[in-house]
């Protein structure tokens, strides 16, 4: 009953599509190839029950119920929809800064996945060329807007951090851990995927890392002398960087979406068990409905992106932990969470193709267009960004790269290959939390520098102790012994 309820009340929202109902006139395009990015979000999504909406005689009043609860409970993420509002008001009645940081941040979470679902909605009616053209410029929407409200407040390392950070984590951590768990999962299992797709974004992912090798690697001739050249023509090869850059990802949509698109389309298997997941041929709702609600949600992520740009220093300082550990680790974890999570989904399906479609694909999209296009919006806004990433973060993005493409150089996967990237991604986290690479300092709360504190201290009053004990048998009690150590025990 509660099914035959849900297609019903699926087949009212949407109407007549060719005489109005919603749809301003626009024609359902059937049988479009659906993305990685598509599918992994898909894997977050569940049937709404639409039995007790399906009652209400009013039929404008059922329709509009019946868009609310596929847009607010479509979602396995609903239950941080509250995040939003309680953001608004923490905003408002000025709670503390670091709770307005981490609402803001959870509530960025199912926004994101919600994003990506309108857009596949609006792919329904558009077509696949302007819906992949639509999802490649909102696929990675939070990160772009987020770039944007840092740029126009001045926070030119905080843009810089978050890519980075975006880069890395869906390289390193949401592959690697996919890759492991997955492993895990169909340990007794031949796991495979198709390198061709795979192929080509690590060969962008390189050409944007050499971009940045090239700044740096420039930076380092003008400062040591190696040749006379004044440092001002670091933004122009930037900028020129960047034109390079966004020609590479404009080339890289033409040959997904028109020449090779056979390569990135994934086909979802039959024989899914689990019930409560959509696999969606039809769209649940009408295209102005999906259009009004992805400006709306848009609006919503940058009065959120706004509030944590605005009080990421608050968190920093609130929280003990450094800017930049902030920006390049918990900002990509907590904003790409819904992403992340339908990647692993799909790993322990063992559908490898559509994983790392979402993890290379994203990666590729942060790379090669939000980095350059942020460049560019700085150009135009008159602030002075270039693509020089200091020696930690750019060091860290080419391991990144390189590491990933051996890992995916044969075609198979297991849990070890999988292992590797996400203990790269520990150990680049452990390095971002004990140094602040935008102020230069260390993070004395660090467990490690504590117990190296600890053992220091112990072995200086070690010493101290023998040298008191030498002195006493010669020459009495030595005082300036006892001084020493009383020394040592305030400095520590």
């Not at 939390?433 to 201290?457: I, K, R, W």
Request: aromatic share 8%; proline share 2%; glycine share 8%.
């Amino acid at each position: 009953m509660a099914s035959r309820c849900y297609e019903a009340a699926r087949i009212m929202e949407v109407g007549n599509l060719k005489g109005g109902g919603g749809g301003l006139g626009k024609e359902v395009h059937h049988g479009h190839g659906r993305t990685a990015h598509n599918m992994s979000s898909s894997s977050l999504r569940k049937k709404s029950d639409l039995s007790l909406v399906s009652k209400v005689r009013c039929s404008p009043l059922r329709a509009l119920l019946a868009n609310l609860q596929e847009i607010f409970l479509g979602t396995k993420l609903f239950v941080l929809f509250p995040a939003v509002p309680l953001a608004i008001v923490a905003n408002y009645y000025h709670f503390g800064r670091a709770w307005l940081f981490a609402l803001s941040l959870l509530g960025l979470t199912p926004l994101a996945e919600r994003v990506s679902f309108l857009t596949e909605q609006i792919a329904f009616y558009t077509g696949p060329t302007v819906g992949g053209l639509l999802n490649a410029t909102c696929g990675n929407a939070t990160e772009l807007i987020i770039a944007l409200f840092a740029l126009h407040q001045g926070k030119i390392d905080v843009v810089k951090c978050s890519l980075v950070g975006s880069v890395l984590s869906n390289l390193l951590l949401v592959l690697g851990s996919s890759l492991f768990l997955g492993g895990l999962a169909n340990l007794h299992k031949e796991q495979l995927y198709d390198r061709k797709q795979a192929d080509v974004n690590t060969g962008l992912l390189l050409l944007g890392a050499l971009c940045h090798i090239l700044l740096l690697m420039f930076r380092y001739a003008v400062n040591t002398g190696e040749q006379a050249v004044d440092a001002a023509p670091t933004l122009a090869l930037s900028r020129a960087c960047s034109m390079i850059m966004l020609l590479a990802y404009v080339a890289y949509l033409f040959f997904q979406l028109k020449t090779h698109r056979q390569l990135f389309e994934s086909q979802e298997e039959d024989g899914d068990d689990d019930d409560d997941v959509v696999s969606e041929d039809e769209p649940v709702i009408g295209f102005a409905s999906a259009l009004l609600w992805l400006v709306g949600m848009t609006a919503v992520i940058a009065l959120l992106s706004e509030y944590v740009v605005g009080t990421i220093e608050a968190a920093s300082d609130s929280w003990g932990i450094s800017v930049s550990f902030i920006s390049i680790i918990l900002l990509p974890i907590v904003g790409n969470a819904a992403e992340h999570a339908g990647a692993i989904i799909f790993a322990f399906k063992n559908k490898l193709d559509i994983t790392l479609g979402v993890s290379l694909g994203s990666a590729t999209q942060i790379s090669m267009f939000v980095v350059p296009l942020s460049v560019i919006v700085a150009w135009i806004m008159g602030i002075k960004m270039d693509l020089d990433l200091k020696l930690l973060e750019t060091s860290s993005l080419i391991m990144a790269i390189l590491v990933i493409a051996f890992t995916l150089q044969d075609g198979t996967s297991h849990y070890l290959k999988g292992l590797v990237p996400l203990l790269c991604y520990l150990a680049i986290g452990a390095c971002f939390f004990v140094f602040d690479s935008q102020t230069g300092e260390y993070n004395s709360f660090y467990p490690l520098f504590l117990l190296h504190n600890l053992a220091s201290l112990h072995q200086k009053m070690h010493v101290d102790s023998d040298l008191n004990g030498i002195t006493d048998q010669n020459n009495g009690i030595d005082a300036g012994g006892l001084t020493t150590t009383a020394a040592v025990t305030k400095a520590y």
